[in-house]
C-alpha cells in the first residue's frame, strides 16, 4: 500500500511563490510515477505534471511549463511542486497521485493553493 500526503498549500499574492510537498510511504516497490493534479471549485480536477519514480523524466501541462517545476531529489521519498509566478487562476486543491504497476491510482487528500489578485 502506498500513501501520499501533501502539504505546502496556503494564500499567496499574484506573482508570488510556492513550493507543494508530495511525502509517499509504504510499498514503493511498484510505484512507477508520481503526479500533480488540480481542482478548483466548480471544475474538473485537472492534471498538472509528473514525474517517474524510478528513473528520470517529467511532464507537464500547457498551463504549467514555464512556471512550475517538478522534483523528486535523489534518496527521499518525497516529490516537490515549485510553483512561480503564480497567478489567481492557479487558485484550487492541489492533489498527488501515485501511479502503481497493477493497482488502482493512490491519491493524497489534497492541499489548499489561493492566489490573490
Known amino acids: 500500500q502506498v500513501q501520499l500526503r501533501e502539504s505546502g498549500g496556503g494564500l499567496v499574492q499574484t506573482g508570488g511563490s510556492l513550493r507543494l510537498s508530495c511525502a509517499v510511504s509504504g510499498s514503493t516497490l511498484s510505484l512507477y510515477r508520481v503526479g500533480w493534479f488540480r481542482q478548483a471549485p466548480g471544475k474538473e480536477r485537472e492534471y498538472v505534471a509528473d514525474?517517474?519514480?524510478?528513473?528520470?523524466?517529467?511532464s507537464y501541462s500547457d498551463s504549467a511549463k514555464g512556471r512550475f517545476t517538478i522534483s523528486k531529489p535523489v534518496g527521499e521519498n518525497t516529490v516537490y511542486l515549485q510553483m512561480d509566478m503564480l497567478k489567481p487562476e492557479d487558485t484550487a486543491v492541489y492533489y498527488c497521485?501515485?501511479?502503481?504497476?497493477?493497482?488502482?491510482?493512490?491519491w493524497g487528500q489534497g492541499t489548499q493553493v489561493t492566489v490573490s489578485s
Open positions: 514525474i517517474w519514480w524510478s528513473v528520470s523524466g517529467t
Open positions: 497521485k501515485g501511479d502503481i504497476t497493477g493497482r488502482a491510482a493512490s
